[in-house]
């Protein structure tokens, strides 16, 4: 009977309820974003930079690793490297055969960034996922191999050295120096396949109807499945889910006189976030330079902060430019990521360049977390 009652009172006392610990985000940090790849100069950084705020992770990944983007959603789309200044247009032919070498040199001194008129030949680095998706029409994906016109692809190389192509030795003969060369150009065609989308492609400087075909399957995890024409497998972007920022340089456009209307310009220092992977920002303005609102800003000033969900909510707002070109921080302002979770951190720049105490090519960012998503519970 002792027994008995011990155990009852010891059952009389258990808890009702659990505690629930749950994993929280990373709280923020102060880090430089390694832009620069090699020996390149910092406003030529070779690298697109990824920050995930929520893990605390920051991943590099080269600009030129792609050269074409594949939606994996229910549309068929594809994108150019924006990152490179890639452009493209449409030569109305389906045949290989049919186009030659003499068909893109028209257009040699057309798509080049920083000529008017060039900004047809390039997609859009602005709006909601709904509008930038609409306005994916630079290459047009055909639902079959017949309805699928053959594009001429400049594949860019903005903001980088021209490539160059090694010329070994012999026994009898030096090394011969590096000969620069330009990335090359390509004529595509894709269309819709069983899974996903087929690729056929070729060298524009060869003429001849022969072509290499590549399957791309559609894969949810990331916002584009990324292809290169000289890689099997192509690394654009983390996993849609592993990212919030990406700094890098970008091709976006400007209004000219031309008769399409705007020009294709490379821009450095471009700060886009995830937005088809359900990321917002919100810019905050500082009214008092010596009233630390960064550093006071916590989450019960968060009502009626109204967040961006365009691609360019954060852009090239968060630094000015010298005059011979160099980036400086706007201290006047500072920025408010809400990631796909619903977490929101407070970011912002410290430095771009040597014009404000960094350095190129290696901006130094700090995040913040202001409001977790999911707290630690009683259930």
Same mark, same amino acid.
Request: charged share 20%; net charge negative.
């Given at each position: 009977?002792?027994?008995?009652?011990?155990?009852?009172?010891?059952?009389?006392?258990?808890?009702?309820?659990?505690?629930?610990?749950?994993?929280?985000?990373?709280?923020?940090?102060?880090?430089?974003?390694?832009?620069?790849?090699?020996?390149?100069l910092?406003?030529?950084?070779?690298?697109?930079v990824?920050?995930?705020?929520?893990?605390?992770?920051?991943?590099?990944?080269?600009?030129?690793?792609?050269? $074409?983007?594949?939606?994996?959603?229910?549309?068929?789309?594809?994108?150019?490297?924006?990152?490179?200044?890639?452009?493209?247009?449409?030569?109305?032919k389906?045949?290989?055969?049919?186009?030659?070498?003499?068909?893109?040199?028209?257009?040699?001194?057309?798509?080049?960034?920083?000529?008017?008129?060039?900004?047809?030949?390039?997609?859009?680095?602005?709006?909601?996922?709904?509008?930038?998706?609409?306005?994916?029409?630079t290459?047009?994906?055909?639902?079959?191999?017949g309805?699928?016109?053959?594009?001429?692809?400049? &594949?860019?190389?903005?903001?980088?050295?021209?490539?160059?192509? $090694?010329?070994?030795?012999?026994?009898?003969?030096?090394?011969?120096?590096?000969?620069?060369?330009?990335?090359?150009?390509y004529?595509?065609?894709?269309?819709?396949?069983?899974?996903?989308?087929?690729?056929?492609?070729?060298?524009?400087?060869?003429?001849?109807?022969?072509?290499?075909?590549?399957?791309?399957?559609?894969?949810?995890?990331?916002?584009?499945?990324?292809?290169?024409?000289? &890689?099997?497998?192509?690394?654009?972007?983390p996993?849609?889910?592993?990212?919030?920022?990406?700094?890098?340089?970008?091709?976006?456009?400007?209004?000219?006189?031309?008769?399409?209307?705007?020009?294709?310009?490379?821009?450095?220092?471009?700060? $886009?976030?995830?937005?088809?992977?359900?990321?917002?920002?919100?810019?905050?303005?500082?009214?008092?330079?010596?009233?630390?609102?960064?550093?006071?800003?916590t989450?019960?000033?968060?009502?009626g902060?109204?967040?961006?969900?365009?691609?360019?909510?954060?852009?090239?707002?968060?630094?000015s430019?010298?005059?011979?070109?160099r980036?400086?921080?706007?201290?006047?302002r500072?920025?408010?990521?809400?990631?796909?979770?619903?977490?929101?951190?407070k970011?912002?720049?410290? &430095?771009?360049?040597?014009?404000?105490?960094?350095?190129?090519?290696?901006?130094?960012?700090e995040?913040?977390?202001?409001?977790?998503?999911?707290?630690?519970?009683?259930?």
């Open positions: 009977m002792i027994c008995c009652g011990v155990v009852f009172a010891f059952a009389g006392c258990k808890k009702d309820s659990v505690d629930y610990k749950y994993p929280q985000p990373f709280a923020g940090q102060q880090v430089t974003l390694p832009g620069v790849a090699g020996t390149e910092g406003l030529n950084a070779a690298n697109s990824f920050v995930d705020f929520s893990k605390g992770v920051v991943t590099p990944i080269r600009r030129a690793n792609w050269d $074409l983007g594949l939606y994996p959603g229910a549309d068929f789309k594809a994108i150019l490297n924006h990152t490179m200044g890639a452009m493209a247009y449409d030569t109305g389906q045949n290989f055969a049919d186009v030659q070498q003499k068909d893109s040199i028209d257009f040699v001194d057309k798509m080049k960034l920083g000529v008017a008129g060039s900004g047809v030949y390039v997609d859009p680095v602005t709006g909601t996922a709904a509008d930038y998706l609409a306005k994916l029409v290459i047009k994906v055909g639902a079959s191999e309805a699928s016109n053959i594009y001429i692809v400049n &594949s860019g190389y903005a903001g980088l050295p021209e490539m160059t192509t $090694l010329v070994p030795a012999t026994p009898t003969t030096p090394v011969i120096p590096s000969v620069p060369v330009k990335r090359p150009w004529k595509v065609k894709i269309y819709q396949g069983t899974n996903g989308y087929r690729i056929k492609h070729a060298r524009m400087n060869i003429d001849n109807p022969s072509f290499t075909e590549f399957v791309v399957n559609k894969d949810l995890s990331y916002n584009f499945n990324f292809f290169s024409f000289t &890689s099997p497998s192509a690394v654009g972007e996993a849609q889910s592993l990212w919030d920022i990406q700094w890098t340089w970008t091709t976006s456009t400007i209004a000219d006189a031309s008769a399409t209307g705007t020009t294709a310009v490379a821009t450095h220092d471009f700060v $886009l976030i995830n937005f088809l992977g359900g990321v917002t920002a919100a810019e905050v303005k500082i009214a008092d330079q010596t009233a630390n609102e960064y550093e006071n800003f989450k019960e000033k968060l009502a902060i109204t967040y961006l969900n365009t691609r360019e909510a954060i852009g090239v707002k968060w630094r430019l010298t005059t011979d070109g980036p400086v921080v706007n201290r006047d500072f920025y408010l990521v809400k990631d796909a979770d619903g977490n929101v951190y970011l912002r720049f410290v &430095s771009s360049s040597n014009a404000d105490g960094g350095v190129a090519g290696a901006p130094v960012i995040y913040r977390l202001v409001d977790a998503a999911i707290t630690p519970g009683t259930t």
